[in-house]
């Protein structure tokens, strides 16, 4: 990951204090997120599977036992980014390790922009006035770095495998 990542100390703080925010009520956060996505992509539903078992609706999907997990590894994913903003470079192995992953299962990487729509969203309304453009940019910088990292993942792998 570029240790020359375009965040400035105070995208830094406005990054850790509306995270502070969020980070309380994490599966309930999440869930607006995931709902988003869903409104926006349906056809991410079938990516989520879980004991063979395929979701008829996202509401079904987004009430299950096993994708409120996933829900709380993806919230933790943006925690450990939060959490090393001054050094993102660390996470690099896992965030590549994680695109591998993502991969693995038939996410396709551009459906990472609409992940980092559903971010942005849920940010907004969790955060309500607060959520200042300023915010956004410094998210949507954040965001995009991990993804680049992630994406590294895809790039090791030979297409299709």
């Known amino acids: 990951m570029e240790s020359g990542l375009p965040l400035s100390g105070g995208q830094r703080a406005l990054i850790r204090e509306s995270w502070r925010r969020v980070s309380g009520s994490p599966v309930q956060h999440g869930l607006v997120l995931f709902t988003r996505l869903f409104d926006l992509d349906p056809d ?64 396709k990487v551009e459906s990472f922009s609409t992940v980092g729509e559903s971010l942005l969203y849920m940010l907004e309304k969790c955060l309500g006035a607060a959520f200042s453009p300023e915010v956004q940019e410094a998210w949507s910088k954040l965001y995009s770095a991990v993804v680049k990292a992630m994406q590294r993942g895809w790039e090791s792998l030979p297409e299709g495998d």
């Open 44 to 107: 991410l539903l079938p990516l989520f599977q879980y004991n063979c078992k395929q979701f008829a609706s996202p509401q079904e999907c987004l009430s299950a036992p096993e994708f409120l997990d996933h829900i709380r590894k993806v919230m933790l994913v943006i925690d450990a980014a939060v959490s090393h903003l001054e050094n993102l470079p660390c996470l690099e192995e896992y965030l590549c390790n994680l695109g591998k992953k993502h991969q693995a299962v038939g996410v």
